[in-house]
């Protein structure tokens, strides 16, 4: 299983940046998918999730900011961030929790992170 993020780098504040998780390895359509992070000196916090049937839930601090969105197809999930802040720098995660090929156990599988850096 490998997830892939993708997107981040360095924006000003009242910016945008649109992350992406591509996927490989496991039932993507099956599987809830999210998006963390985790600041210095900070736990690991969900930011938003979208469910295999499309349900959508967000931290009370990116709500109205951020829009999670999953492409099935592609296997790919997105994460559009605008109004970015300073509070909003940090490392993000994408997250899989569902089966593999060939697994019929559900799992948790991480991606291996992508700086965001929101200037002030």
């Known amino acids: 299983v490998q997830l892939q993020a993708s997107g981040g780098g360095l924006v000003q504040a009242g910016g945008s940046l649109r992350l992406s998780c591509a996927t490989s390895?496991?039932?993507?359509?099956?599987?809830?998918m999210g998006w963390y992070r985790q600041a210095p000196g900070k736990q690991r916090e969900l930011v938003a999730m979208?469910?295999?049937?499309?349900?959508?839930n967000y931290a009370d601090s990116v709500k109205g900011r951020f829009t999670v969105s999953r492409d099935n197809v592609r296997r790919t999930m997105n994460l559009q961030m605008n109004s970015l802040k300073a509070e909003d720098t940090a490392v993000y995660y994408c997250?899989?929790?569902?089966?593999?090929?060939?697994?019929?156990?559900?799992?948790?599988?991480w991606g291996q992170g992508t700086q965001v850096t929101v200037s002030s």
């Open positions: 390895g496991i039932r993507f359509s099956g599987a809830d």
């Open positions: 979208i469910t295999s049937g499309g349900t959508e």
């Open positions: 997250n899989a929790h569902g089966t593999r090929w060939g697994r019929s156990n559900v799992s948790d599988y």
